[in-house]
């Protein structure tokens, strides 16, 4: 079982930057591949990123690649996601989410185990 807790959202200029964090229970959490989705009103749940369970593979969305950056430190129980040079349409409430299969990258939002509430960040033009 692993409790997902996510952080770090807010209100920022576009151009601007926030981390989002997200704080994982359990002993098993170093085996788990991890994943940030989003979802923006009247729109379905889309992948942003995702991390291998050591941490030296990442896979991100065209939408956001050479902007945002996840990473995760296991020795915490933590996985975060670096975004810079924010665009209005980045507005979205941010999760979160594990999935069991560690070493693989996992895109599809059904395959993922464990989801947090989610992290509201807003980008204002």
């Known amino acids: 079982q692993v409790q997902l807790v996510e952080s770090g959202g807010g209100l920022v200029q576009a151009g601007g930057s926030l981390r989002l964090s997200c704080a994982a229970s359990?002993?098993?959490?170093?085996?788990?591949?991890m994943g940030w989705f989003r979802q923006a009103p009247g729109k379905e749940r889309e992948f942003v990123a995702s991390?291998?369970?050591?941490?030296?593979?990442?896979s991100y969305a065209d939408s956001v690649k050479g902007r945002f950056t996840i990473s995760r430190d296991n020795t915490k129980n933590m996985v975060s996601l670096q975004m810079n040079s924010l665009r209005t349409e980045d507005t979205a409430v941010y999760y979160c989410?594990?999935?069991?299969?560690?070493?693989?990258?996992?895109?599809?939002?059904?395959?993922?185990?464990?989801w947090g509430q989610g992290t509201q960040v807003t980008v204002s033009s």
């Open positions: 989410a594990a999935h069991r299969s560690g070493s693989r990258h996992v895109q599809r939002a059904i395959e993922y185990d464990y």
């Open positions: 359990g002993r098993t959490f170093s085996t788990y591949g």
């Open positions: 991390i291998n369970w050591r941490g030296d593979s990442t």
